[in-house]
């Protein structure tokens, strides 16, 4: 035994910018490798004039669709990666998903909305959304068809709140400290917004959700009824 949490941060990621000719930002933060020292997480502010990422010294540069309060930090699974590496046939190190934690042993996906995470002694984050693939991401993994292929697998990883600001590093071991009292996970969040829209009405009724969130998803639900 090494003495190390079997529920765990494997990998603290940051960006290392790259050209992507996918958007008109022209920059990409996606691009994202581990880091061997302590991390400080915090809130960012608001998507577009904040600090864009929860964590000190990472880079997002497309800020219209990414970063932000609601998606401070982005965690993905090692199982999940190991998944997908059987699926395409190539080496998914952590952090080229773009995620900023690569976890060892937590239910990323199964997470609840809302659910909320010790990371450490003093990082609480919270979870708040799935990732939505996009063409950066498409450009990112140059696998065909992989904004519909990882759609289909849903398994998008979580978008996390910071609820209290802290340090994470790897091997430090993850809590869950809460857990809401509905069962909208983030999977069941991302196959609503992409796959199964049925679901939608349900994910507008959690409470957690924020209400940019629950405005869209109710006129979706609403246009879906329309004849």
Not at 94 to 100: I, Q, S
Not at 120 to 132: D, E
Not at 138 to 150: D, S
Request: with cysteine; aromatic share 8%; glycine share 8%.
């Amino acid at each position: 035994m090494d003495g190390r949490a079997t529920v765990r941060i494997l990998s603290v990621n940051l960006a290392v910018p790259e050209v992507s000719n996918a958007k008109d930002v022209g920059m990409t933060g996606i691009n994202k490798r581990p880091v061997d020292y302590p991390v400080l997480v915090r809130p960012p502010g608001p998507k577009t004039t904040g600090l864009h990422s929860g964590l000190v010294g990472d880079q997002i540069f497309d800020i219209k669709h990414h970063g932000g309060d609601d998606q401070a930090v982005y965690a993905y699974a090692r199982e999940d990666l190991d998944w997908w590496e059987t699926e395409v046939g190539q080496q998914i190190p952590g952090g080229k998903f773009g995620e900023n934690l690569t976890t060892a042993g937590v239910d990323v996906n199964g997470a609840l909305v809302g659910e909320q995470w010790r990371i450490g002694s003093q990082l609480i984050l919270q979870a708040t959304s799935p990732r939505i693939p996009c063409a950066t991401f498409q450009a990112k993994m140059a696998v065909p068809q992989w904004v519909k292929r990882f759609t289909a697998g849903a398994r998008p990883g979580a978008y996390l709140r910071v609820v209290q600001a802290g340090e994470v590093r790897a091997d430090d071991p993850v809590e869950i400290v809460h857990r809401p009292d509905h069962h909208m996970t983030i999977e069941k969040f991302f196959r609503a917004w992409t796959l199964e829209p049925s679901l939608l009405d349900e994910l507008a009724a959690v409470p957690e959700l924020d209400e940019e969130t629950r405005a869209y998803a109710l006129k979706r639900a609403a246009a879906r009824r329309e004849p």
